[in-house]
């Protein structure tokens, strides 16, 4: 019984070497590479950046870019380079945090929607249907001018006001689950609504789940970078892509190099977790893959 | 008939979404620190305690929560969104309704500019699957999704503004000399100071129908009935239009409709960016303010928009769906 039962219930995405699926696509690959340059930018920050990011320079203030300062220089004399590089840190790790908030709540809420269903499921989802009616970034204005500006804060926040999408795909994969037979199977063979949901049927969902993960980093650091730059984000001294933006819209006609290069780096990470989503997203589903009409 | 019980249904379920929305949007506003008061009271040195109880008791802020809440509501129902906290004391309808336009407009614009680029583009990029043509848009079509609006916006200004100085970089219309112009010229003046904005705020929406278009288009015709429809012969030019192109925007409906908090989202900041006087730059304001009021009012009149898009998408999606519109399809 054991055995069969441990047959049934190992859902078919675990055997496919999707892996090697993604290798196939050009753009995934450079998504990947992408986000991997990131992490370890952002990791090695310290031994990377030429000059102390926070290290006021008078004499070298507003210089264009050149070799002692290959992206130049601020208002304040502040090398760009060193502030972008340390800038990473900041929107990885407020983009990385915000979804996994983002994460949990929308699995635990969509499967506690779908795996109970009738009113539970009603109550759930139609409070995900207010939550979507809100232009996102007013609540989060509305809540971020109340509180404190702090990086906490913006994650939490982001985190709290993003987690919709993985709600309904988490519910979606649990209503077409319960009613298998391996779930059936488990039940007959005593195992606990827990457990159901989170051993048997939530495997089931990793896939999809990842993919929305990855690309909700992208839509996270885009959004902290907007609010950083509407000056309720993360706040000045420290660096953040989306606040050296706003130096550089102060001085728009004097340094071109200020709203350059910010800009640029947040293009090149959202785009990086776009891809990679989007190419997992092929990977991952078999639809997709098997007509071999790959994206 | 089926339509209309359809109708009917939905409108039934909008009550209690919007009752959601003001309750949600109050808790808010309530639970966090600060009030109206504290910004005309706190650095006034000739208030007095007293003056201040006197002054949050003429407000109304001195009852409790629920009873404000009860308050607002009673208000609302006659279509009363109160008065402003600012000094002024004006209705907040009045303030929200001579800046609504600007913004309706623009957004309405962007909507138009991103179906205008976004369909054909999406189209042509499924019938050519795979095509060079396919591959350039795809990456473009990233490129554009990932660039923050903000930035682009800044790019713009310093190119076509600064740089070139063919576009006006802020505000609705000329300054200098605005009194002076015949109709046409002004017409002409709030074309050009509208261009860049229209721009920057259709930008992300382009890129994400287009996407979305030339996936749902690439779904369907891989349909047996495509195929059926080529085998008979027809024109590859009427299978794709006619057969094809019809059910592709269907979901297209759906998708429209969810991005419209979105795109009103996006007015605040491209609306401080150009200095554009909309109602993102009043929500900005009175959220600095702790303006309650005005913005309970501003996220009521947002999400009653964005409702209503839902509801015509709704509405846009069973007439050009007869399974709905026929009743044939009982499950929701």
Redesign the interface.
């Given at each position: 019984m054991k055995a069969i039962n441990h047959q049934i219930t190992k859902s078919p995405n675990h055997q496919i070497p999707w892996l090697g699926q993604l290798g196939n696509n050009p753009l995934a690959v450079a998504g990947l590479l992408i986000v991997g340059f990131l992490c370890i930018v952002a990791l090695s920050a310290p031994w990377l950046a030429p000059y102390d990011p926070q290290a006021i320079d008078t004499w070298h203030i507003l210089e264009s870019p050149s070799m002692a300062h290959l992206l130049g220089t601020d208002p304040l004399g502040r090398d760009c380079l060193s502030r972008l590089i340390y800038g990473a840190r900041i929107s990885l790790l407020v983009g990385i945090i915000a979804v996994g908030i983002a994460t949990v709540i929308g699995t635990t809420l969509g499967a506690l929607a779908g795996f109970y269903g009738k009113w539970i499921d009603g109550l759930i989802m139609r409070f995900v249907d207010i939550i979507l009616c809100f232009p996102t970034i007013f609540l989060i204005m509305a809540v971020i001018a109340f509180l404190e500006p702090s990086i906490l804060n913006i994650m939490a926040v982001i985190g709290f006001t993003s987690w919709m999408g993985v709600a309904r795909l988490v519910r979606a994969e649990f209503m077409s689950l319960r009613q298998r037979d391996f779930v059936l199977a488990a039940r007959i063979s005593g195992a606990s609504n827990a457990r159901i949901a989170f051993s048997h049927i939530l495997p089931n969902a990793v896939a999809p789940i990842l993919v929305a993960t990855t690309l909700g980093v992208g839509g996270a650091i885009l959004t902290e970078s907007a609010l950083s730059f509407l000056g309720i984000g993360v706040q000045p001294p420290t660096p953040s892509w989306g606040n050296m933006l706003t130096e550089g819209k102060d001085n728009l006609e004097i340094a071109w190099w200020l709203s350059m290069f910010p800009g640029l780096a947040i293009l090149v990470t959202v785009l990086g977790y776009n891809l990679l989503g989007e190419g997992l997203r092929d990977a991952l589903d078999p639809r997709i893959r098997d007509s071999g009409k790959n994206n | 008939m089926a339509l209309f019980l359809y109708l009917i249904k939905k409108i039934f379920t909008l009550g209690?979404?919007f009752l959601?929305?003001t309750l949600?949007?109050f808790m808010?506003?309530h639970l966090?620190?600060?009030e109206p008061m504290s910004l005309q009271t706190d650095f006034n040195p000739k208030m007095t305690p007293e003056m201040r109880e006197r002054l949050r008791a003429q407000y109304g802020l001195d009852r409790p929560l629920h009873i404000q809440y009860l308050q607002w509501l009673k208000g609302m129902a006659v279509l009363d969104l109160g008065l402003s906290f600012s000094p002024d004391r004006r209705p907040v309808w009045d303030k929200i309704k001579e800046r609504l336009p600007v913004t309706l407009l623009i957004n309405v614009l962007a909507i138009g500019l991103i179906l205008v680029i976004a369909v054909p583009l999406g189209v042509a990029a499924a019938v050519r699957?795979n095509s060079f043509f396919d591959q350039v848009t795809?990456?473009l079509v990233?490129?554009a999704?990932?660039?923050?609006?903000?930035?682009?916006a800044?790019?713009l200004?310093?190119y076509f503004g600064?740089h070139l100085g063919w576009l006006p970089i802020s505000g609705l219309h000329s300054l200098m000399g605005y009194e002076q112009m015949s109709v046409w010229e002004k017409l002409l003046d709030w074309c050009r100071h509208l261009i860049l904005p229209v721009l920057v705020s259709a930008l992300g929406g382009l890129a994400g129908l287009s996407r979305y278009t030339r996936?749902s288009m690439?779904e369907v015709l891989?349909q047996d009935y495509i195929t059926t429809a080529r085998a008979k012969g027809l024109p590859e030019k009427k299978v794709i239009y006619k057969h094809a192109l019809r059910n592709a925007l269907l979901p297209l409906i759906t998708i429209l409709g969810?991005s419209i908090?979105?795109l009103?989202?996006?007015s605040?900041?491209f609306e401080?960016?150009f200095a554009i006087p909309g109602v993102g730059q009043l929500?900005?304001t009175s959220?600095?303010a702790?303006d309650y009021h005005l913005?309970m009012g501003?996220?009521v009149i947002?999400?009653v928009l964005?409702?209503l898009g839902?509801q015509l998408a709704d509405i846009g999606y069973a007439l050009a769906d007869p399974r709905i519109r026929t009743g044939v399809q009982v499950e929701d």
């Open positions: - | 209690p979404t959601g929305i949600i949007s808010v506003m966090a620190p600060g699957h795809t990456v990233f490129v999704y990932a660039a923050p609006a903000f930035w682009v800044l790019l200004m310093l600064v996936s690439l891989r969810l908090p979105g009103i989202g996006g605040v900041i401080s960016i929500m900005w959220v600095m702790r913005l501003n996220l947002v999400s964005t409702l839902n």
